[in-house]
């Protein structure tokens, strides 16, 4: 059976098996798997889509192998305590969470799991029946535990122990209890110098600080690991090799229109790739061509990007000399950040215009773009980094639509489309 293309491409799957194809990240890669060598907590930050989850995954996969890792794919309404239960679970315990009414007075010292009305809530777990064969030569106490508090250190010993990685990702969605409890536990996790209980966080930001709280006990195991866009070596290190596993040949000036194409997005390279050489396969060719690679942007843009191309046209305006609306989303969508402020968009603006423009032409615009009359292409992001409320953020409100904003912007969309329908 030859390699199918599904085998090697993977678009919206983490690229970490056998035959996928991966491109290497790096410095950025470099520095992580270091990090994580050196028993820091990597912060894996950067825009939606660059690659911080594959890249996570790509260098957690020894522990994936050995059934020692726990991702958390969202922290969206967690608490630590469902973290730690999942931790728990997975190493053998069976987990039963206890509420007792708060009958603190004071001087305990210890700080609960986020407290809901005047409960707390606290881990119980015990081994359970079909992991307790593996613990009879384990100590009796870590066989029942009782988890008070976040900063707790025997959930910590009983990671080490089990060499566990604790990946947590998509963390800007983290509410603020979930925040206040992993910095207590980080801080404990700090203390102890772990050596095979490794933890990596990652999430949607320009700035590491808005994903955790950066503290005096934590800030010196913290390691930010920003991640960018690929560039164009790193989306050949995908296209070339991939479509030589599959046996299918391709040309430089090809490789290149779909470097071109995917704007620093692999997910868009994952996708065309995939595309073209199912078509070159099912045509029964060794190599892929041009018109399949046309064929694979109009695919792409009807299933994925149709919706967003629909968005962006009826936002920005078709008439007019400055066309501010259009400026500020192609300022945004150039932009690595992910939330930009008006002093932002003024420099940007007058960059792009050879003039300068004063924020009170943009604001405007800039509001109406939030207005459901142009489809609230964009929101307010009120102190995104947590502290304060310093300035006011303007952010996308769907993320994935920067990358095509620069398609569009790139590619003649109908043209091509035309040009794809007159052939078939
Ligand atoms: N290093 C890489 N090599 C090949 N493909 C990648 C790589 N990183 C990401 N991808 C592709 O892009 C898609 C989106 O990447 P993902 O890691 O989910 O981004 P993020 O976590 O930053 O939002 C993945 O599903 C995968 O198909
Ligand atoms: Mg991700």
Redo the contacts with the bound molecule.
Sequence with gaps: MPIAPIDVF??????TGQL??????GATQRELESALSRGFVPVVF??????????A??CAASWAEKSKLVYIPSVYRLSLRAILERVLEHLGYEVTVERVAETRRGGSGEVGFAAKGNVFTFLKASVSGKAARDWEKGDQESRELVIKSPSDVRIIEICEAGGIFLMI?ELHRASAPLSRDLSAFLKSYANMNCKRFKICL?G?EDDASGLVIMDQGIDRVLQEIP?EP?SRK?AES?IEPGMKRLGLGISKALVERICIASVG???I??YLCLEMAELARAEGLGAVTNGHFELALVTYIKRKAQRAIRAYRSAIETVGAKRYRKQILLAMAKSDDEYVTMDFLVEKVSEQLGEDIPSTALSGPLRELKEARYGRILKDVENPMGIGRLYNYSAFSDPSIKAVIRLVERIDVDLLEKKVESRS
Excluded: C, W
């Design positions: 993977v678009p919206g799957r983490f690229p996928n194809a991966y491109a290497h990240r950067g825009s939606y889509g660059v690659g911080k989850s594959s890249l995954m790509y990702d990652l949607t991640v690929i790193e995908i997005s692999p997910f390279v994952q």
